[in-house]
């Protein structure tokens, strides 16, 4: 188990991690790269909570001539080179600004924000100007007052827009201030050394990435696969001995530790090759020793949130997607975006194989990662957190019990809720019952296996709860037959098929849906256990 003298989850600040003594994962042979590289102007995308603030703040460690704190690291030798000259630097966070309770406040905030990064210099840019020219004007006056070019850092450069999606009037009087904020870096580029900008992605919010235009992007680089995350051979040099308690109070063998570790929180590749943790959730495990979904619990970011409300992909259908490379790297505005290219940008997906120079194969890095989408797609068609939460307990009870009906009520009682998800929904062959049980089987790690087709209109899918596997069958009635006929006629050759496959003490649940409603027009269970017809019930008010 970690002690807390030895780690921080979660930390920005270089500087603590060095001074305090926290276990620090060297990352530093990339930004050497970076200040070695002639083009100085470079932009990174990453998710949430994966080190993008911590790369910034070492890379202003680094400009400001802190020797000292790099005692042992790749990069001690290139600061001690006489060639390397110690730099001013401003630093922006545009994470701190304010840009959802109106332009004022977030104007305030941006000026805040620049005025900080004055202050760090002892500089006066004057204040009650514009942004845009607070910041030209500290650009300048850096410049004359060091008698040497300064190096701008931006973290999460995209944060302000990232919360006002859903409301386009706001967010579009905020891109205008920013585009004219950040196109000073253009204007003033002879007077600045080294450029760094970081978000969350590479969708720049209609526009906004017209003012990076000369930036070189790593965000996919083979080079810089790596810069943030933890690769396997950097969490066993590191984390050894925490791994090893971790093994030991688990009371499992290393391999199957990272095994497990594997499934939860690894697989995040950004650029088709280099596989690496998540590194606040790794660290959380390591603490906490239980397999729970911390990145997602620690707030799923709203960007994703509002994309995935006005998306109608699908957990399913980003399973083994085919995708043409150009597409995962062009930036776009964010209300015209590809699903399974936003989600590869911002590390949702992953490469798992290239089928041909052109043609790639995304899937989920891991469990976690596919369970958060899972939970964030149910959310669209609940209208309050309570509600799904209570539903998840209830269909955990209903699988460990062995209930199928408790199960059928929960499943009526998501679609009935939903019906205007159903009736507008591109699949109206059935397949958005089937999608809408197969994400609240994924959203509580049930690990529902790929659904199949058997003719138009049918789906299955394997659930595996304990020692009972729930082997489903979805079948949408359109030609009018007796439902309660193709429940029993469906149930009878299930039951001839598994008898030759291997699953374990099997529970055969068929659910028949029409035209006439949306919950289950029949449904029939069988396993060992009682087969229960339907029934009339009031399911609007179960959850």
Same mark, same amino acid.
């Given at each position: 188990?970690?002690?807390? &003298?030895?780690?921080?989850?979660?930390?920005?600040?270089?500087?603590?991690?060095?001074?305090?003594?926290?276990?620090?994962?060297?990352?530093?042979?990339?930004? +050497?790269?970076?200040?070695?590289?002639?083009?100085?102007?470079?932009?990174?995308?990453?998710?949430?909570?994966?080190?993008?603030?911590?790369?910034?703040?070492?890379? #202003?460690?680094?400009?400001?001539? #802190?020797?000292?704190?790099? @005692?042992?690291?790749?990069?001690?030798?290139?600061?001690? #080179?006489?060639?390397?000259?110690?730099? /001013?630097?401003?630093?922006?966070?545009?994470?701190?600004?304010?840009?959802?309770?109106?332009?004022?406040?977030?104007?305030?905030?941006?000026?805040?924000?620049?005025?900080?990064? +004055?202050?760090?210099?002892?500089?006066?840019?004057?204040?009650?100007?514009?942004?845009?020219?607070?910041?030209?004007?500290?650009? &300048?006056?850096?410049?004359?007052?060091?008698?040497?070019?300064?190096?701008?850092?931006?973290?999460?450069?995209?944060?302000?827009?990232?919360?006002?999606?859903?409301?386009?009037?706001?967010?579009?009087?905020?891109?205008?201030?920013?585009?004219?904020?950040?196109?000073?870096?253009?204007?003033?580029?002879?007077?600045i050394s080294f450029c760094f900008v970081t978000g969350l992605t590479k969708f720049a919010h209609g526009g906004l990435f017209s003012s990076?235009?000369?930036?070189?992007?790593?965000?996919?680089?083979?080079?810089?696969?790596?810069?943030?995350?933890?690769?396997?051979?950097?969490?066993?040099?590191?984390?050894?001995?925490?791994?090893?308690?971790?093994?030991?109070?688990?009371?499992?063998?290393?391999?199957?530790?990272?095994?497990?570790?594997?499934?939860?929180?690894?697989?995040?590749?950004?650029?088709?090759?280099?596989?690496?943790?998540?590194?606040? &959730?790794?660290?959380?495990?390591?603490?906490?020793?239980?397999?729970?979904?911390?990145?997602?619990? +620690?707030?799923?970011?709203?960007?994703?949130?509002?994309?995935?409300?006005?998306?109608?992909?699908?957990?399913?259908?980003?399973?083994?997607?085919?995708?043409?490379?150009?597409?995962?790297?062009? /930036?776009?505005?964010?209300?015209q975006v590809d699903p399974a290219a936003y989600l590869y940008q911002i590390g949702f997906l992953r490469i798992r194989k290239s089928t041909?120079?052109?043609?790639?194969?995304?899937?989920?890095?891991?469990?976690?990662?596919?369970?958060?989408?899972?939970r964030d797609i149910l959310r669209r068609h609940f209208d309050s957190a309570s509600k799904v939460e209570r539903a998840y307990k209830s269909? #955990?009870? +209903?699988?460990?019990?062995?209930?199928?009906?408790?199960?059928?009520?929960?499943?009526?009682?998501?679609?009935?809720?939903?019906?205007?998800?159903?009736?507008?929904?591109?699949?109206?062959?059935?397949?958005?019952?089937?999608?809408?049980?197969?994400?609240?089987?994924?959203?509580?790690?049930?690990?529902?296996?790929?659904?199949?087709?058997?003719?138009?209109?049918?789906?299955?899918?394997?659930? @595996?709860?304990?020692?009972?596997?729930?082997?489903?069958?979805?079948?949408?009635?359109?030609?009018?037959?007796?439902?309660?006929?193709?429940?029993?006629?469906?149930?009878?050759?299930?039951?001839?098929?598994?008898?030759?496959?291997?699953?374990?003490?099997?529970?055969?649940?068929?659910?028949?849906?029409?035209?006439?409603?949306?919950?289950?027009?029949?449904?029939?269970?069988?396993?060992?256990?009682?087969?229960?017809?339907?029934?009339?019930?009031?399911?609007?008010?179960?959850?």
């Amino acid at each position: 188990m970690l002690e807390d &003298s030895l780690v921080t989850i979660g930390g920005q600040s270089f500087r603590d991690f060095i001074r305090k003594d926290i276990i620090y994962v060297d990352k530093t042979s990339y930004l +050497a790269d970076l200040i070695d590289n002639s083009r100085k102007r470079f932009f990174l995308a990453r998710p949430g909570r994966f080190g993008k603030s911590l790369t910034v703040s070492t890379l #202003e460690a680094i400009f400001s001539g #802190e020797k000292e704190l790099f @005692k042992g690291l790749a990069v001690e030798s290139r600061l001690r #080179e006489k060639k390397f000259a110690p730099r /001013p630097v401003i630093r922006l966070d545009m994470s701190a600004t304010n840009a959802t309770d109106g332009i004022e406040k977030f104007v305030k905030s941006l000026n805040i924000v620049t005025a900080e990064a +004055a202050e760090r210099l002892d500089a006066a840019p004057p204040l009650d100007n514009p942004p845009a020219e607070i910041l030209s004007s500290l650009i &300048s006056e850096t410049y004359k007052k060091f008698n040497s070019k300064p190096v701008v850092l931006i973290d999460e450069y995209d944060s302000p827009v990232s919360y006002l999606l859903d409301k386009h009037q706001e967010a579009e009087k905020v891109r205008k201030i920013l585009r004219e904020y950040y196109e000073i870096l253009k204007i003033n580029e002879k007077l600045i050394s080294f450029c760094f900008v970081t978000g969350l992605t590479k969708f720049a919010h209609g526009g906004l990435f017209s003012s990076f235009k000369r930036f070189t992007d790593i965000s996919l680089d083979h080079d810089f696969g790596a810069i943030t995350g933890f690769t396997r051979r950097e969490l066993e040099n590191r984390y050894k001995k925490e791994l090893d308690d971790t093994a030991d109070r688990l009371d499992i063998p290393r391999k199957k530790l990272f095994e497990k570790m594997n499934q939860h929180y690894n697989g995040f590749c950004f650029d088709g090759r280099t596989v690496v943790y998540n590194p606040f &959730s790794i660290l959380l495990f390591l603490r906490k020793n239980e397999f729970l979904n911390y990145w997602y619990d +620690a707030g799923v970011p709203y960007h994703l949130i509002s994309f995935s409300k006005r998306s109608d992909f699908t957990i399913h259908e980003l399973i083994n997607v085919k995708i043409e490379k150009e597409r995962l790297q062009k /930036p776009a505005c964010e209300y015209q975006v590809d699903p399974a290219a936003y989600l590869y940008q911002i590390g949702f997906l992953r490469i798992r194989k290239s089928t041909s120079e052109n043609i790639s194969v995304l899937d989920y890095p891991n469990l976690k990662v596919k369970t958060a989408l899972a939970r964030d797609i149910l959310r669209r068609h609940f209208d309050s957190a309570s509600k799904v939460e209570r539903a998840y307990k209830s269909v #955990e009870k +209903a699988l460990r019990g062995k209930d199928p009906e408790l199960l059928m009520d929960v499943i009526d009682s998501m679609l009935s809720t939903n019906y205007r998800f159903i009736y507008n929904s591109q699949y109206p062959d059935g397949r958005s019952y089937s999608e809408l049980i197969f994400n609240l089987f994924y959203a509580l790690e049930m690990k529902p296996q790929s659904e199949k087709s058997y003719h138009s209109g049918n789906y299955e899918f394997v659930v @595996k709860s304990g020692t009972r596997t729930w082997f489903t069958r979805v079948i949408m009635n359109r030609r009018n037959y007796d439902d309660k006929q193709l429940a029993e006629r469906a149930l009878v050759r299930i039951k001839k098929k598994i008898s030759t496959e291997v699953y374990k003490n099997p529970i055969i649940l068929v659910i028949v849906f029409n035209n006439k409603n949306f919950t289950s027009s029949w449904w029939r269970c069988d396993g060992g256990i009682a087969a229960y017809p339907y029934e009339e019930k009031n399911y609007y008010n179960f959850v």
